[in-house]
């Protein structure tokens, strides 16, 4: 899902980006568990660097379009979105914004979690598909399986765009289903969509 690009520096001269510095494939778990917490004065406090998404500088495009519009041009439909909501928590709550944002969705689009093949539940924090799962009860090999903003990186206004993308090419090489994509947001914000492939 990385597109190699060719960059021009101040002087002239271009390179090809093609790997992006965020997912560092000689991670293990005992570097991670010697990472440092963030607040070690706050009592259960277990935020770290390996668990807390970088921020990446990304951009991403995605074609919407009435399925009319796309058969009458021609394009090749790759998914169908067939519902999508938004929702707001306590601030307090923020990471939970993510959650419950999926009750709403599936309560508003008539499914049930076990409906749902895949889950792209995007990593602020490791805690929040963590979350998740405990609370909506999903399998966690369904979730995140090709990672998500901790190991891929979270590209702040592209994000949703990525975790589609990835959710998208996910379901595709499952054999097709449905999926869901879910995200918090600053402030106890959360939103989310239920795509078919």
């Known amino acids: 899902e990385i597109v190699p690009i060719e960059v021009l520096g101040f002087d ?22 010697d990472l440092k917490v963030i607040h070690p004065e706050i009592e259960g406090f277990s935020i770290t660097a390996g668990n807390a998404s970088g921020v990446n500088d990304a951009a991403g495009a995605l074609m919407l379009a009435s399925m009319d519009a796309a058969k009458g041009n021609g394009s090749e439909v790759i998914a169908r979105i067939l519902g999508w909501t938004s929702i707001g928590v306590d601030p307090v709550r923020m990471g939970m914004g993510g959650v419950e944002v999926i009750t709403k969705l599936l309560d508003r689009t008539g499914r049930k979690t ?59 090489r499952a054999g097709g289903g449905l999926g869901v994509a879910s995200m918090c947001a600053g402030g106890g914000q959360g939103g989310a969509v239920l795509v078919e492939v």
């Open 114 to 172: 076990s409906d749902i093949k895949l889950w792209e539940i995007n990593e602020a924090f490791a805690s929040v598909p963590v979350a998740a799962c405990k609370v909506l009860g999903l399998d966690e090999d369904t979730v995140n399986i090709a990672g998500s903003g901790c190991s891929i990186g979270h590209p702040i206004a592209a994000s949703g765009a990525r975790m589609l993308c990835t959710l998208i090419n996910d379901l595709k």
């Open 12 to 33: 002239g001269s271009t390179s090809t980006f093609a790997v992006d510095e965020h997912p560092r494939r000689d991670t293990t778990m005992e570097k991670l568990a």
